[in-house]
């Protein structure tokens, strides 16, 4: 399918079930408790079956369509952490944006009346942006400082793989670095893997941000991740991406799991 009639099917696709949210879970490492779910968005087309966020975010975002997607999407998963609230299950929400959605100055306002409209508090959401766009993100320093303001949290995705530095990771907001599952992954058997993981824990700590370890896949993963001091952890050993329905039956066997760990 080319660009234009993909264009065409995703307009039309926002505001109906053909998009939808999975929501993968995060734990803490000191007490294996579920600490946030992260909002996945899905499109499940009657013609071409599901389309990756790959293909179609970036689309969305070169044809003026993003923030009528990122509305949608904060809508959505606002509604479910309130059902889920009225459950009894307390968890942060964790929202992937586009940095092209913080070159609106009104930005931070709209988010911010989301979470009152729905009742979540700010202390309860973390925005999350990919390594890749940092270089965009020094220019919205503003912006991200107002989200700071607010109480809303800052998470940069898949630390370790992009093109930020140093520099640009003590002079942006973040309240979180997400290590990137490739050295999570080579950690526990590559020894230069695994230095580089505890400098990032150290780096993060030492900058006052949480450390969280992304695609965990097995015990032993698990339990360096918490050996080496990582905060939060998630991956498919964890939980996959629910649907919104099946998070409290994760929930009550995940935690019978953890018992028999012996992390």
């Known amino acids: 399918m080319n660009d234009d009639a993909l264009l065409d099917r995703l307009e039309a696709a926002i505001g109906t079930d053909a998009l939808r949210y999975c929501y993968q879970p995060k734990v803490s490492l000191s007490d294996g408790k579920l600490r946030r779910v992260e909002a996945l968005i899905r499109w499940d087309d009657e013609v071409h079956g599901t389309i990756g966020p790959d293909r179609f975010i970036p689309l969305a975002e070169e044809n003026g369509l993003i923030d009528s997607l990122t509305r949608w999407g904060l809508d959505t998963a606002f509604r479910q952490w309130r059902e889920w609230t009225d459950q009894g299950i307390e968890c942060e929400l964790a929202f992937n944006i586009s940095a092209r959605s913080l070159e609106a100055l009104d930005f931070p306002d709209l988010v911010e009346a989301k979470t009152a409209e729905y009742g979540v508090p700010a202390s309860c959401l973390v925005l999350e942006l990919t390594e890749g766009s940092t270089q965009t993100l020094i220019n919205l320093m503003d912006t991200l400082t107002r989200f700071r303001i607010k109480g809303i949290g800052l998470a940069i995705d898949d630390f370790g793989t992009g093109y930020s530095t140093l520099k640009l990771l003590r002079m942006l907001p973040f309240t979180e670095l997400k ?9 526990e058997r590559s020894m230069d893997s695994r230095v580089i993981v ?16 992304e695609g965990i896949e097995n015990d032993a993963q698990l339990s360096l991740m918490k050996a080496l001091g990582c905060d939060l952890a998630q991956g498919y050993r964890i939980g996959r991406p629910l649907d919104a329905a099946a998070l409290p039956d994760w929930q009550r066997d995940w935690m019978q799991e953890w018992e028999t760990l012996r992390l």
């Open 198 to 213: 505890e400098a990032m824990i150290g780096l993060a700590h030492g900058l006052g941000l949480s450390a969280t370890a």
């Open 179 to 187: 290590i990137d599952r490739f050295f999570v992954r080579d950690a």
